[in-house]
């Protein structure tokens, strides 16, 4: 049961993935390029759904991406609003903020500085993903699922050459 969950929140969340590029590609060829450009945004946080697809068996969660998949639609939504808004190709002076053209500070600031600062946000939120606890508690995990099993690679080389058996604990022969 949770094997097809997970298919169906998958096919969910592609299905729609494949629509926004359908549509990308329809307002790509009919010069559409405002429409273009917001259903950019809907691809690339969409994408963001994708792995969560593959964490969550049973619901369409984004959690622990909410924040970040919410943060990056607002960002990009005003930013691309704020771009169209303000730029247009006739438009021969433009009102310049911090020494740039006014279009061009919104794009820097919303659809590069903010994304950038929120994976610098998101990198200090998860910092304990690589925490040596919870490495120690995989490797664990992978010795147990091992045990008693004759896998070559995993057995540990005694200092006469001989192998050990399968499950007995790998080292590395250095110090820690």
Do not use: H
């Not at 329809?26 to 963001?48: D, K, N, P, Q």
């Not at 946000?121 to 508690?137: H, K, L, M, Q, S």
């Not at 008693?148 to 080292?171: C, F, H, R, W, Y």
């Amino acid at each position: 049961m949770d094997n097809i969950d997970r298919q169906s929140n998958r096919n969910r969340v592609l299905s729609g993935i494949a629509v926004l590029a359908a549509g990308l590609l329809v307002a790509a060829a009919t010069g559409a390029y405002r429409a273009f450009s917001f259903l950019a945004i809907g691809l690339l946080v969409g994408t963001i759904a994708v792995a969560s697809v593959e964490r969550n068996v049973r619901e369409l969660d984004f959690a622990p991406y909410n924040g970040l998949v919410v943060g990056w639609t607002v960002v990009f939504t005003v930013g691309f609003t704020g771009i169209w808004m303000l730029w247009n190709p006739s438009v021969t002076s433009y009102t310049y903020v911090l020494g740039l053209p006014t279009p061009t500070l919104v794009y820097a600031t919303c659809i590069w500085l903010f994304p950038i600062l929120g994976a610098f946000y998101y990198a200090f939120v998860f910092d304990e993903i690589g925490d040596d606890d919870i490495v120690e508690g995989i490797m664990t995990d992978a010795r147990e699922a091992q045990r008693g099993q004759n896998i070559p690679l995993g057995q540990e080389v005694k200092a006469d050459g001989s192998g050990g058996s399968a499950g007995t604990e790998m080292t590395d022969g250095g110090e820690d």
